[in-house]
């Protein structure tokens, strides 16, 4: 069974930093691209940053271009560096790993608010 789990959400002030975290089991997520989307309320789904397989390609959103950082690392990991965080960030994070088939996480919670 494929399971996609993100973490490291929480509530953090304005300027603050969160590393979220994506994970999988059940299928070998370095070798499928990772994504991260998000839905703030009211809103639709959006990307926010992806990775290729590789970690050779790179993709950010005007955003969060120079403040957010994707990476990953040689087993079952994906993370997204959030810094200078706003209000406007605040949203459902979720990660989406993918190659052909796509698997998407039930998200983590972000609130960016003082």
């Known amino acids: 069974q494929v399971q996609v789990v993100e973490s490291g959400g929480g509530l953090v002030q304005p300027g603050g930093s969160l590393r979220l975290s994506c994970t999988a089991s059940?299928?070998?997520?370095?070798?499928?691209?990772v994504a991260w989307f998000r839905q703030a309320p009211g809103k639709e789904r959006e990307a926010v940053s992806a990775?290729?397989?590789?970690?050779?390609?790179k993709y950010y959103a005007d955003s969060v271009k120079g403040r957010f950082t994707i990476s990953r690392d040689l087993g079952k990991n994906a993370y997204l560096r959030m810094n200078s965080l706003e209000p406007d960030d605040t949203a459902v994070y979720f990660c989406?790993?993918?190659?052909?088939?796509?698997?998407w996480g039930q998200g983590t919670q972000v609130t960016v608010s003082s």
């Open positions: 989406y790993a993918h190659r052909g088939v796509g698997y």
């Open positions: 059940g299928l070998t997520l370095y070798a499928r691209g």
């Open positions: 990775i290729s397989q590789s970690a050779g390609s």
